[in-house]
């Protein structure tokens, strides 16, 4: 990954791969440069989400912009929002509400959120619900429970957003009842975790389940030690990597 590397000052940003795009610096520039649904700005606005954070001013454009990221940012700064927020948007809308004539999107689940443990995937969730508020977003917290709804066709066909642990990922894959064909956005929150050795062939089996051409890759980490990263990377496509906070390497 070459490319440019610049400082960011106020955030302390620093920026590599090549042409990643421009900072924000308020959410509503969003509307404007990336067509943000106004129904999603209104949902940051309600939730007390009035200014991007410093990973959230690169993370949310870059996302966006289609390009596959590596993010590094400490423990507090925001990152849910920073790839939930361009997954809501990517996304349009909920898969139900979509016009019987757009035939040519296929159907199923079309974004996965992995996460180490049940209890961040609990709070990414949450996030989700948030940005969901005003729209019948389907988005799934899986376990056992929920993970046997997608048996039914109707419920699968249906699904917008899956948020689990690896092992309950690799569960659904197995049995046959999750195809992840569909999917166009794959975030690995916590990377560090996931990519470390309990996860690694797990994540493996998911990332090379997810077969559509179109997707589009996430990692985000408060850290990412030097051996991980070189994992990590080897899974992205011409990644632009986010350091905020940190004396970078
Ligand atoms: P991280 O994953 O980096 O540890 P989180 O995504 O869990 O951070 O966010 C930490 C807290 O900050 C959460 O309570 C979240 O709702 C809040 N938060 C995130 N972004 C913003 C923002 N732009 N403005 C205000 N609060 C925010
Ligand atoms: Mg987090």
């Not at 070459?2 to 400082?7: D, I, K, R």
Request: net charge positive; glycine share 8%; with cysteine.
């Amino acid at each position: 990954y070459a490319g440019s590397s610049a400082p960011r000052q106020s955030h302390r940003i620093s920026i590599k791969g090549i042409n990643p795009p421009k900072e924000i610096t308020t959410f509503e520039e969003l509307k404007d440069r990336y067509s943000l649904p106004a129904q999603l700005y209104a949902n940051l606005e309600k939730n007390g989400y009035y200014h991007p954070t410093g990973i959230q001013s690169i993370g949310v454009p870059t996302l966006l912009e289609s390009r596959d990221v590596a993010a590094i940012s400490p423990t507090g700064t925001g990152k849910t929002l920073s790839y939930l927020l361009p997954i809501f948007s990517k996304l349009g809308g909920p898969q139900s509400s979509r016009q019987a004539q757009d035939s040519g999107a296929g159907k199923g689940v079309r974004a996965i959120v992995v996460a180490p443990t049940r209890e961040l995937a609990h709070q990414i969730h949450n996030e989700c619900l948030k940005l969901s508020q005003g729209r019948k977003w389907r988005v799934i917290l899986f376990s056992k429970a929920t993970a046997s709804t997608l048996g039914e066709k109707v419920v699968r066909d249906k699904v917008d957003i899956i948020i689990s642990t690896p092992l309950r990922l690799i569960a659904s894959i197995q049995e046959g009842s999750l195809e992840l064909g569909n999917v166009r956005h794959l975030v690995l929150d916590e990377a560090d975790r996931l990519l470390d050795t309990e996860f690694l062939e797990q994540m493996q089996e998911i990332v090379a389940a997810c077969t559509n051409p179109y997707l589009q890759k996430a990692m985000f980490s408060a850290t990412l030690p030097a051996g991980v990263e070189r994992v990590a990377m080897g899974m992205l496509q011409d990644p632009v990597r986010l350091v905020v906070g940190l004396k970078d390497t």
